[in-house]
T-cell receptor, first 112, second 112 residues
Framework: DQQVKQNSPSLSVQEGRISILNCDYT??????FLWYKKYPAEGPTFLIS?????DKNEDGRFTVFLNKSAKHLSLHIVPSQPGDSAVYFC???????????FGTGTSLTVIP | EAQVTQNPRYLITVTGKKLTVTCSQN?????MSWYRQDPGLGLRQIYY???????DKGDVPEGYKVSRKEKRNFPLILESPSPNQTSLYFC???????????FGPGTRLTVT
């Protein structure tokens, strides 16, 4: 049973516009969330994270929003650049252990 | 250069032939983990290790073994591989208490 879900397998956005990637989770014990970016033939690389005590974390063009009541987080990329084209995974870590649960990924294409 | 290395990068084998995928990190990280990536399923955690001689099961440990005899190495062992273990495998590491993981480049395994 997938505890972390990314319901959009793919997303296309024009360069310069905003990209919004969504992630939903079911386990209320999750207290830390991360986004990873993955290029083909490479391993995922860490992008940005957020603790459950916050509802927003910003790092340059990347902002993650957390809505605990809806069990939903989103990654905003503004402005989107062609180099942002990659697969994005959200991940969650429960406060009860050291396991990590990943979503199925969203493939972002930024069109020049 | 700080990195996680995996070997081999590609492997084709036959059912039942024992194999080991090696993972090594040079960052003195305490936490190491193995994941498999499958289409439509995202990344799923197989095993993780909090430190030397401390390992624990992730979400999908069946058919796999691990060992952590040295801090830098965390090999993944398939004692009797089966076709359903055909997948893309990633090793990852992080400092204790830091959820952000560094991933290796991946090992594509095909079991025929």
């Amino acid at each position: 049973d997938q505890q972390v879900k990314q319901n959009s397998p793919s997303l296309s956005v024009q360069e310069g516009r905003i990209s919004i990637l969504n992630c939903d989770y079911t386990n209320s014990m999750f207290d830390y969330f991360l986004w990873y970016k993955k290029y083909p033939a490479e391993g995922p690389t860490f992008l940005i994270s957020i603790s459950s005590i916050k509802d927003k974390n910003e790092d340059g063009r990347f902002t993650v929003f957390l809505n605990k009541s809806a069990k939903h987080l989103s990654l905003h990329i503004v402005p989107s650049q062609p180099g942002d084209s990659a697969v994005y995974f959200c991940a969650a870590n429960p406060n009860t252990g050291n396991q990590f649960y990943f979503g199925t990924g969203t493939s972002l294409t930024v069109i020049p | 250069e700080a990195q996680v290395t995996q070997n081999p990068r590609y492997l084709i084998t036959v059912t039942g032939k024992k194999l080991t995928v090696t993972c090594s990190q040079n960052m003195n990280h305490e936490y190491m983990s193995w994941y498999r990536q499958d289409p439509g399923l995202g990344l799923r955690q197989i095993y993780y290790s909090m430190n030397v001689e401390v390992t624990d099961k992730g979400d999908v440990p069946e058919g796999y073994k691990v060992s952590r005899k040295e801090k830098r190495n965390f090999p993944l062992i398939l004692e009797s591989p089966s076709p359903n273990q055909t997948s893309l495998y990633f090793c990852a590491s992080s400092l204790a208490g830091a959820p952000e993981q560094y991933f290796g480049p991946g090992t594509r395994l095909t079991v025929t």
